[in-house]
């Protein structure tokens, strides 16, 4: 069995991160939004900012470990309806191994302080909604677009309850 885990991402994981990002982006989300058109090295940048300087405690990234090397990622930041999972992506070769339930699991024990968890998805991405909704998630009926320059890509939002249940354990 491969030793897998999940933990916090550290700022030597901001390289690795922004890899999975760029992978998972071209093989599942060019053809529906477009290229992800931003240098590895910036794109890095950004998520060492985030590991390393969160806007708040409330704000985190997890990383997905294989074998030692960095899988996956989770992202998620406090806003006024409750925890949104900003990003949750598992490098495509790296899928269906349980990375992403993994993720999903360890990101909901650091939300105690919420009530709901919430995420946007694009209407077309019918994995990442699949994914959430066996895991307990549901569509909420609001919706935006992700204009991209060129068109305007509609996500709708799903949520879940994550308060704990009568045996203490939280849900999802």
């Known amino acids: 069995m491969a030793d897998v885990s999940v933990r916090l991402a550290r700022p030597g994981d901001a390289e690795l991160i922004a890899r999975v990002q760029q992978s998972t982006w071209e093989q599942a989300y060019a053809a529906?939004?477009?290229?992800?058109?931003?240098?590895?090295?910036?794109?890095?940048?950004?998520?060492l900012n985030a590991v390393e300087a969160p806007p708040s405690p409330d704000h985190r990234v997890l990383v997905a470990l294989d074998g030692g090397?960095?899988?996956?990622?989770?992202?998620?930041?406090?806003?006024?309806?409750?925890?949104?999972l900003s990003a949750l992506m598992v490098e495509?070769?790296?899928?269906?191994r349980g990375h992403g339930s993994r993720l999903l699991q360890a990101a909901v024990e650091h939300w105690s302080s919420f009530e709901v968890a919430l995420t946007?998805?694009?209407?077309?991405?019918?994995?990442?909604?699949?994914?959430?909704?066996?895991?307990?998630?549901?569509?909420?009926g609001l919706g935006r677009s992700l204009d991209t320059g060129e068109r305007?890509?509609?996500q709708r939002r799903m949520h879940t309850?994550?308060?704990?249940?009568v045996s203490g354990a939280r849900t999802t």
């Open 69 to 84: 090397s960095v899988v996956g990622f989770a992202a998620w930041e406090p806003t006024a309806d409750g925890v949104e």
């Open 120 to 140: 946007w998805v694009f209407d077309a991405d019918t994995v990442l909604s699949g994914f959430l909704s066996s895991a307990g998630w549901d569509f909420d």
């Open 32 to 47: 529906l939004v477009g290229a992800l058109e931003v240098p590895l090295e910036q794109v890095a940048a950004v998520w």
């Open 161 to 165: 309850d994550i308060r704990p249940d």
């Open 92 to 96: 495509p070769r790296w899928g269906r």
């Open 152 to 154: 305007l890509v509609p």
